[in-house]
Structures are given as C-alpha cells and as structure tokens.
C-alpha cells in the first residue's frame, strides 16, 4: 500500500529509487571469519547468518561450497555469469560477493576473466559438512530483500507442502526439506507477527504442519488454512481430505470438508469483488470516451460515427511517444506518459478542430448527412493509420505500472488498471470542471443552448463550434493514452468501443456528464458480471462475451422505453413538450 500511494502522487513527476538496506556489520564480521573456522566455528557463523542475513549472502556461500570464493585484499569476490565484454569478448565478470556490484579495473570499467583462477580460492568445507551450506542458503532463500520475491518465495515453500501428498520416489527428501523449512518460516512469523509478510507465513507453516505434522497440529492447521481461504489452502486441504478418507479418519475428514467450504466462500468473495473492479474499470474507459461523445453529440447535436477513430489517433500518438522515448536514456522511458498525455489531447484535438472546419461545420442541422460525413471520415482515418502503422502495434507500459496491489488473500488488482481509473478519474473532473466552472464552459453551454442569443451577445459561435468539436475529440484522444497500457493497438480499435459509448451516453442523458459518468460505470460494471454469467452456461459458454454484449444491449433498450431521456432527462425550457 506504501508503494501504491507514492506512485499514486509522485509517478509521473519523479523517480524514486529504493536501496535495500545494507547487510548488518555482524554478518559481515562473521562471514570474515568463515575462512579458516573449525566445524564448530562454522556451524556458530551459519547460526548467525540464518538469523541476521538475508538471500544476498546466497552466492557467496554458493561460491563458498563451491570452491570458488576468493578473497582479495579482504574483499570477498565470485565469479557472475558469462557475458560478452566491448571489445573482449565473452568473459567471467568480478562481483563483490556482499553487494553483488562489479569489481571495477584500474580503468574504472568492470573487471572480467576468460577462465576462473581458483589458486587464490578459499578452501571449501570437507563435502560431508556441505549440507549445512544447503540448509543454510534454502533457509536465507526466504528473505529476499526485494519484497515481492521473498513473498513468492514464502509461498514457494508452501506450495512444496503439496508435494509431500504425493507418493513419488523423492518423497523422503520432500519430507525432509520441509522439516527444515519449517523453522526458518517460523523465525520470520515470531519476529513480525503483524507484518507485511506474516499472512503468506502463517499459510506456509499451516500447509507444511498438515503435511509433516502429528494429527493434532493438522487438525489445527486444516482450520487456520480454512480461515485463511486461499486458492492454494483449498488445494492441499483437499488432498488431505482425500488422504484421510483412505485412512478412514472421520474426524479429520470432517474437519477438511468445513475448511475446504470456508475457502469455497471466500473464494466466491474474491471473484465478485475482481468482476467489480474490471467493470469499473472497463467503465472508467467507457465515460473517458463518453466524455467527448457527451460534448459533441449532446452539446452540438453532431452524431460523429468517426468519435472511436479518434481514440484510436490518442493511441498511436501514445506509440509514437513511446518509440521516441526509446531513443534517450533507457531511465526516461518510465515516464514517457508526461509527453504523451498532452500529445494524445493535441494531437487529436488538431485533427477535430480540421474535420470540424472542414465537413462538420456545413453539415449542422442535417443529422442524417453528418452521421454518413463521420462515417466516411472514419473509415479515411483507419485507412490512413492502416497505411502508415500496419496493423497491430504494442506499447510496453511503464515499470511503476507492472504488477498488482494484493489487497487481501488472492485479490490483486493490476497497477495498470489502478492507474488507468485514477486517470479516468481525473480526466473526469477536469472535464467537468472545463465545462462547468471555466468562462470558455459558460460560453460553449450558452452557444448550444441558444446559438442566436449567444451571437448577439458577441460570441463568436464558429470558433466556438471548432473548439467544442475539438474537445469532444481531445477528451477522446485520452482515451486512446489508456487503451495501450493493457491491449494491442490497430486501427479498427475504435469500432469496438465506439457503440458502447454512444449507449452510455443515451443511458446517461444527451448533455449530460453526470449521466455519462454514472452510466458508464454502471453498463461496464453489468458487462463484466454478465459476461462470466453466461460462462457457466454449456451451451452459451463459447459466445459468452458477444451473448453478455446483446444483453446489455437489450437492458439499454427496455430502460429506454420507461426513460426515454435517459437518467438526466433536460429541464425547464431544454425539456421535451
């Protein structure tokens, strides 16, 4: 949650790089004395490693058992992984073994070796001590500093729980290694049992107690994975419900099948609130879309068949930007959306402005033309992109981006589509605000409510009409900056928005911005919950997602018979007689 806020104020403005913290000086200090201990000095070290180290230590005492840890001018070096050298060729770089940077040369650039000289290597521990080198690293694999490895790391040695059920030929070694996991996953719940980490540990130490434990510390286990309610409880609690039903262990049968519902039920939680936030988030780029077409089709009375093709120019832009961005410092790329955001709006913008000056402006009051003047214009701009891009086209989103915030057990929401509804968001109040509290909003309401009075009073209702088409097709342009940060881009992309955003704005109310918000939200949020609906129907399970698309569409059309102005009908002289 920590990182999701700072990214939230701060992404697109600065870089903020994170250090692990460095290794404490005892650990050091012990790892100086490694060389040259006895056994039993040895075995005091690896103590004080397993409990003050972390997963860097892993390639030192790799090298260490390995025979290939050196030790220079009281500096612990190994050996990294082959690679090519400018102007050298493939070669063996130097590392620190402690931080795991590179051993600079007298020239300052990064030192390397053809072969490894192991003359200078420190002796590796007699081979029947070397397993407690292995015990040691599988131990220290559970405290990644980077958080989200370690966290898949404490689920890794859970998920090897699952293992033990089985009867294959290693299962005497699976036991084993869990019986040494066990403690380590221990130690790190009993220093922080409030922790970031502490649901993912208490779900290894149950999983591993039910697979390695006596009767009494499974029966405990089985009912802490049943309130813990993971997908990977529901897994191994059912593998032991089958293992004690050969056993004919009623008890513990009983016992599973209640923890296995209890994860059931949790399980159905966690896909409502997922289906929840897809449509909200499928919705935030349906009122981005919206938005524009609420401007001109509900301000100006202009039916722009070509309103998805413009999404489509904000995406390409976003591209363009993006491939631009690949030629300055690698650094820069992560934030590319600061040019591209502004670019997209402009960009698309322009272009409206032109259309509107040009076709549009001598089509007013006659729908019918303007409506096949759009579609026309639409297929040129597709046809026009086609020629230009090809077909399909990917943008790499930025780094801040990937991944997801677990919210709760097994409910992770992707940072791309966070993001995407903070933008959406925004966006949204900046429209309103533009429209509602702005003198160029007052005199755009003022123009297409009453374009003869308006003129009277001096404003220039021509410009005004290129501006508010320009809008309309801006606010479209962002749209097309959130569609690359989750999907392919093509040219005919915006086809498969362009009839949803006109039902939203229909929904909503023509004019309305509070009606396209609200519907938006609402028929993304009914899309993504029919969609998995039909799903579980044998015969509609292929065509679930175009069956849930005619259902939407015959909701829209039974609303309409009751409301036919939709949410936000006019009022007062606005209204319908």
């Given at each position: 949650?920590?990182?999701?806020?700072?990214?939230?104020?701060?992404?697109?403005?600065?870089?903020?790089?994170?250090?692990?913290?460095?290794?404490?000086?005892?650990?050091?200090?012990?790892?100086?004395?490694?060389?040259?201990?006895?056994?039993?000095?040895?075995?005091?070290?690896?103590?004080?490693?397993?409990?003050?180290?972390?997963?860097?230590?892993?390639?030192?005492?790799?090298?260490?058992?390995?025979?290939?840890?050196?030790?220079?001018?009281?500096?612990?070096?190994?050996?990294?992984?082959?690679v090519n050298f400018p102007g050298q060729?493939?070669?063996?770089?130097?590392?620190?073994?402690?931080?795991?940077?590179?051993?600079?040369?007298?020239?300052?650039?990064?030192?390397?070796?053809?072969?490894?000289?192991?003359?200078?290597?420190?002796?590796?521990?007699?081979?029947?001590?070397?397993?407690?080198?292995?015990?040691?690293?599988?131990?220290?694999?559970?405290?990644?500093?980077?958080?989200?490895?370690?966290?898949?790391?404490?689920?890794?040695?859970?998920?090897?729980?699952?293992?033990?059920?089985?009867?294959?030929?290693?299962?005497?070694?699976?036991?084993?290694?869990?019986?040494?996991?066990?403690?380590?996953?221990?130690?790190?719940?009993?220093?922080?049992?409030?922790?970031?980490?502490?649901?993912?540990?208490?779900?290894?130490?149950?999983?591993?107690?039910?697979?390695?434990?006596?009767?009494?510390?499974?029966?405990?286990?089985?009912?802490?994975?049943?309130?813990?309610?993971?997908?990977?409880?529901?897994?191994?609690?059912?593998?032991?419900?089958?293992?004690?039903?050969?056993?004919?262990?009623?008890?513990?049968?009983?016992i599973a099948q209640t923890a296995i519902?209890?994860?059931?039920?949790?399980?159905?939680?966690?896909?409502?609130?997922?289906?929840?936030?897809?449509?909200?988030?499928?919705?935030?780029?349906?009122?981005?879309?919206?938005?524009?077409?609420?401007?001109?089709?509900?301000?100006?009375?202009?039916?722009?068949?070509?309103?998805?093709?413009?999404?489509?120019?904000?995406?390409?832009?976003?591209?363009?930007?993006?491939?631009?961005?690949?030629?300055?410092?690698?650094?820069?790329?992560?934030?590319?959306?600061?040019?591209?955001?502004?670019?997209?709006?402009?960009?698309?913008?322009?272009?409206?402005?032109?259309?509107?000056?040009?076709?549009?402006?001598?089509?007013?009051?006659?729908?019918?033309?303007?409506?096949?003047?759009?579609?026309?214009?639409?297929?040129?701009?597709?046809?026009?992109?086609?020629?230009?891009?090809?077909?399909?086209?990917?943008?790499?989103?930025?780094?801040?981006?990937?991944?997801?915030?677990?919210?709760?057990?097994?409910?992770?929401?992707?940072?791309?589509?966070?993001?995407?509804?903070?933008?959406?968001?925004?966006?949204?109040?900046?429209?309103?605000?533009?429209?509602?509290?702005?003198?160029?909003?007052?005199?755009?309401?003022?123009?297409?409510?009453?374009?003869?009075?308006?003129?009277?009073?001096?404003?220039?209702?021509?410009?005004?009409?290129?501006?508010?088409?320009?809008?309309?097709?801006?606010?479209?342009?962002?749209?097309?900056?959130?569609?690359?940060?989750?999907?392919?881009?093509?040219?005919?992309?915006?086809?498969?928005?362009?009839?949803?955003?006109?039902?939203?704005?229909?929904?909503?109310?023509?004019?309305?911005?509070?009606?396209?918000?609200?519907?938006?939200?609402?028929?993304?949020?009914?899309?993504?919950?029919?969609?998995?609906?039909?799903?579980?129907?044998?015969?509609?399970?292929?065509?679930?997602?175009?069956?849930?698309?005619?259902?939407?569409?015959?909701?829209?059309?039974?609303?309409?018979?009751?409301?036919?102005?939709?949410?936000?009908?006019?009022?007062?002289?606005?209204?319908?007689?």
């Open positions: 949650m920590l990182r999701f806020m700072k990214v939230l104020f701060v992404a697109l403005a600065f870089a903020a790089t994170v250090q692990a913290d460095p290794l404490p000086k005892e650990v050091i200090d012990a790892v100086g004395r490694l060389p040259g201990s006895n056994e039993a000095g040895r075995q005091q070290i690896y103590g004080v490693l397993a409990e003050k180290g972390d997963a860097r230590l892993i390639p030192l005492l790799e090298a260490y058992r390995d025979g290939s840890l050196q030790n220079r001018e009281g500096k612990f070096i190994v050996y990294g992984k082959r060729g493939s070669m063996l770089p130097l590392l620190d073994a402690i931080t795991g940077n590179p051993i600079l040369g007298s020239d300052g650039k990064p030192s390397g070796v053809l072969k490894p000289d192991l003359s200078k290597a420190i002796n590796a521990p007699p081979r029947p001590q070397r397993r407690a080198i292995l015990d040691l690293i599988s131990s220290l694999s559970l405290l990644a500093p980077d958080p989200e490895t370690r966290l898949q790391s404490i689920r890794d040695a859970g998920e090897r729980a699952n293992r033990a059920f089985l009867k294959s030929a290693d299962h005497a070694q699976v036991m084993e290694d869990l019986a040494k996991t066990a403690p380590a996953l221990s130690r790190q719940l009993d220093k922080d049992p409030q922790g970031h980490f502490a649901p993912a540990l208490r779900e290894a130490v149950a999983s591993i107690d039910l697979a390695t434990g006596d009767h009494a510390a499974q029966l405990k286990a089985a009912v802490s994975l049943g309130n813990i309610g993971s997908s990977r409880a529901a897994n191994i609690l059912k593998k032991w419900l089958d293992a004690s039903h050969d056993k004919g262990d009623h008890d513990a049968e009983q519902a209890k994860t059931e039920s949790y399980q159905s939680r966690v896909q409502i609130a997922q289906y929840t936030f897809a449509g909200i988030s499928q919705g935030s780029i349906l009122v981005l879309l919206a938005l524009g077409l609420s401007v001109i089709f509900g301000l100006m009375g202009v039916i722009n068949m070509a309103h998805g093709e413009f999404m489509m120019i904000g995406a390409f832009t976003t591209y363009l930007v993006s491939e631009g961005f690949k030629h300055l410092p690698p650094a820069w790329y992560n934030y590319y959306l600061i040019a591209a955001i502004p670019a997209a709006f402009l960009v698309a913008g322009l272009i409206g402005f032109v259309c509107e000056a040009t076709i549009i402006r001598h089509l007013y009051g006659r729908p019918l033309e303007t409506l096949l003047a759009t579609f026309g214009l639409g297929l040129i701009l597709v046809q026009t992109a086609r020629s230009l891009f090809g077909n399909n086209r990917s943008v790499k989103p930025p780094t801040w981006m990937e991944g997801g915030v677990e919210v709760a057990t097994d409910l992770v929401f992707p940072l791309n589509r966070v993001y995407i509804l903070i933008f959406c968001i925004l966006c949204i109040a900046a429209a309103n605000w533009i429209v509602n509290r702005t003198k160029f909003g007052l005199i755009l309401r003022a123009t297409t409510q009453n374009r003869e009075m308006a003129a009277a009073l001096g404003v220039a209702t021509r410009r005004i009409d290129g501006l508010t088409f320009a809008l309309g097709c801006g606010l479209a342009g962002l749209a097309g900056v959130a569609v690359p940060l989750y999907d392919k881009i093509n040219p005919a992309m915006g086809s498969d928005y362009i009839v949803d955003s006109f039902l939203v704005v229909v929904v909503g109310g023509v004019g309305k911005l509070a009606g396209a918000v609200i519907a938006g939200f609402g028929l993304g949020f009914i899309g993504k919950y029919l969609e998995p609906l039909f799903q579980h129907v044998s015969f509609l399970k292929s065509g679930a997602s175009v069956i849930g698309k005619v259902a939407v569409l015959g909701m829209v059309i039974i609303f309409l018979q009751y409301k036919p102005s939709g949410l936000f009908p006019p009022k007062g002289r606005n209204a319908d007689a």
